[in-house]
C-alpha cells in the first residue's frame, strides 16, 4: 500500500510539473498575443490589428527546453550586426551554448547588445537569433528570436518553445537583426512560434 502510495504521489508531482511548464509557455504566448492585440505596441498595420486573432504556435513541446553548457567569451569583440536595412547595432558575442538535441551536439552563439547593456531595465539581457530547417516553411523565413538573462551558473537553459518572430515578419517598415550564419541550425526546431498569424 505505501509503495502504491508513494507512486501515485510522485506521479501526481511530474503532472503538477509538467502543468506548470506548460503554463508558463502559455502565459508567454498569452502575453505576445496581448502585445500584437494591442494597437499602441503592435508592429502589425492597424487594419491587421482588428483582424488578429491570435499566433499560430508549434504544440508545446518539454524537448525543446534545452539546457546548454554556457561558456563565457573573454575579450569578446564587438561588431556590427546585419540588418535587414542599413542599420547596423553594435553586439558582441557574450557566450556559447553547447547542447544534444535530437541526437545531434549543437552549439549557438548567444550576444549582447552594447545599447541595451547600459540600460537598468536590459543590462542582463542577452539576445540568440537563430535559423533552422522550418525557415521558410513552417516558419519564417528570416528565422527567429529568444530572449536570455545573463546566466549564474556555468549553464544556460534555453527554451524554444518561447522562441518568437522579429517584427520584420509582419511588416518591412521595421529594422531587424539578421541572425549570424554560425546560428544556423542543421535541424528543425518543431517549438514555438509559427509563419502565420490566425485572422478572420
Known amino acids: 500500500m505505501r509503495l502504491a502510495l508513494l507512486i501515485g504521489i510522485l506521479l501526481q508531482m511530474n503532472t503538477i510539473i509538467g502543468q506548470s511548464y506548460k503554463d508558463s509557455v502559455l502565459e508567454?504566448?498569452?502575453h505576445l498575443n496581448a502585445e500584437y492585440q494591442d494597437s499602441e505596441k503592435s508592429p502589425l498595420?492597424?487594419?491587421?490589428?482588428?483582424k488578429f486573432k491570435g499566433h499560430d504556435f508549434f504544440?508545446?513541446?518539454e524537448k525543446f527546453k534545452v539546457k546548454a553548457e554556457f561558456k563565457r567569451v573573454?575579450?569578446?569583440v564587438p561588431f556590427l550586426m546585419k540588418t535587414t536595412t542599413d542599420r547596423l547595432?553594435?553586439?558582441e558575442i557574450y557566450g556559447v551554448a553547447t547542447f544534444e538535441l535530437n541526437n545531434q551536439k549543437?552549439?549557438?552563439?548567444?550576444?549582447?547588445?552594447h545599447s541595451l547593456r547600459d540600460t537598468e531595465e536590459y543590462k542582463d539581457y542577452l539576445f540568440l537569433p537563430f535559423t533552422d530547417l522550418t525557415n521558410g516553411e513552417e516558419t519564417y523565413v528570416g528565422g527567429r528570436f529568444i530572449d536570455l538573462e545573463i546566466p549564474k551558473e556555468d549553464f544556460i537553459i534555453i527554451d524554444f518553445n518561447k522562441a518568437y518572430?522579429?517584427?520584420c515578419a509582419y511588416s518591412p517598415k521595421y529594422s531587424c537583426p539578421i541572425p549570424p550564419k554560425e546560428n544556423d541550425l542543421p535541424i528543425r526546431i518543431y517549438a514555438g512560434i509559427k509563419l502565420k498569424p490566425h485572422s478572420k
Open 28 to 30: 508567454f504566448q498569452s
Open 45 to 50: 498595420e492597424k487594419s491587421d490589428v482588428k
Open 59 to 61: 504544440p508545446i513541446d
Open 74 to 76: 573573454d575579450k569578446a
Open 89 to 91: 547595432p553594435t553586439y
Open 106 to 113: 549543437l552549439k549557438l552563439n548567444i550576444y549582447q547588445s
Open 165 to 167: 518572430n522579429p517584427y
